[in-house]
């Protein structure tokens, strides 16, 4: 059991758990990302559905449909970052056959985010009904027919194909908030006897919740169906409110040590030895994922560095003009991100106009990477409070957060472009920072 599952001792802990008949009907996996949160969930599903001695080869039917997450008896619902996985998928697959099952669950994971079960009579499933129609064809074909497909090239043709038509569909997303409607028919399918032996409900990044969310889980929570495992993902415990956390069995996921996380590439990715050992330190498994996205990680950090450095920049000159004096708090906000900002390699700018332009010429923000844009904004701006210890910088925080929420619920909820919420936000922050300035 779990030996998909590297250098994580939570797995133990589960281990027990179920081999003493001791396992909670609902659970957080919570740890930093790439520690294998969610593998140990899915695992976890096709362990408490098998029909025989549980192994990861099990013949059973019951594990042969969990492999390739076909099971009626898991649904898997919340944002997670999907184009890098498929195409790290991909890439393992053309380097070796056996990481097959890897591609397909990448493709998998996505297509699950669709499900019937969550998107009935939801107005986005319309726009790309034909897309996951037709993704989903490529994908049986892909998976049951291998036979009928007599050369690596036709092979090749296919690979490309499913990866280009599931990247369409994941350029639509769902949004990283969890919609009200997908816990509520979540928790109707958990009230639903299990097909198999046992449901399992799996929510990752459990923490994307507004109220009404968490008050309709909560009371799913408060009376678990009896035949139906729920688990729980999130990065940190503290991201998800006390009344539910205190439903919960937590196990707590590490971050792997450095030959871990090599491991985890060579085994899962087929990262050969000395491409492994090229790594850099640091979050070895992210940035290998980074490496497969439109917009890496570390020029995102650049970008939005620059657009603070900017911003702080653009708001001192107007305070300068009003005859009002620059507070240090906001020069030190440019100075904190002042050397990621010079590693960007864009120009200085007074201009708002200018910014705007910049910011989404280089952005790309067709996927997901407006979230991640705006996700290292907040986390620059949070991180040189921390640095700076000023009480002052909690105005800055409160005026960051508010507008940067808004424009990622413009993005992900009301189906605004990309462009029009980083407008408005640039306005929104503007004029709230020389308002700040002005009075705080």
Known sequence: M???????????????????????????????????KGSAALELSRILSCEKDASWKCACASCGQHRYLQHEDLLLLGKKQFAAEINAGYNAYTRSSGAKPLFIRSLRKLLMRFSPVLMEDDPKLSKISSSLQSLDEMLN????????ISDNGAIDKICKNLVKEALAVDEEGTGDLIPV?????????????????????????????????????????????????IVLTAQRREALIPTILSRLRPYRFLKRSAE?????????????????????????IGGYLDSFLPQSTEKLNMLAAWFIVS??????????????????????????????????????????????????????????????FLKQTLDLVCAAAREEKNPQFNMIIDIFRKYVNEAATSVEVLNQSAELAFEALVFNLKTELIKGCRYG
């Not at 133990?12 to 758990?17: A, E, F, R, S, Y």
């Not at 006897?193 to 969310?213: C, F, H, W, Y």
């Not at 491991?263 to 790594?279: D, I, P």
């Not at 708001?315 to 240090?328: D, E, Q």
């Open 311 to 372: 911003l702080a920049r653009i708001t001192a000159f107007s305070i300068k003009n009003k005859n009002m004096v620059i507070p240090g708090f906001l020069i030190a906000l440019g100075e904190r991100c002042a050397p990621a900002a010079e590693n960007s390699g864009f120009e200085r700018t007074v201009k708002s106009a200018v910014l705007v332009k910049t910011v989404l010429k280089n952005g790309n923000f067709n996927d997901d990477s407006f979230s991640r």
């Open 2 to 36: 779990f030996n998909n599952i590297v250098e994580q001792a939570a797995v133990l802990q589960l281990k027990n758990d179920i081999n003493a008949g001791n396992l909670a009907p609902s659970m957080l996996f919570y740890g930093p990302g790439n520690s294998g």
């Open 141 to 148: 074909e892909f998976i049951f027919k291998p036979e009928e």
């Open 260 to 284: 871990g996380e090599r491991e985890v590439l060579r085994r899962v990715f087929q990262v050969t030895e000395t491409e492994s050992a090229k790594e850099k330190s640091g979050d070895l």
């Open 181 to 229: 409607g997908h816990i509520r028919k979540a928790a109707y399918w958990c009230r639903l006897a299990p097909n198999g032996k046992r449901k399992t409900l799996v929510i990752e990044n459990a923490q994307n919740m507004r109220d009404e969310s968490r008050n309709s889980l909560l009371k799913l929570l408060e009376e678990p169906p009896k035949d139906v495992s």
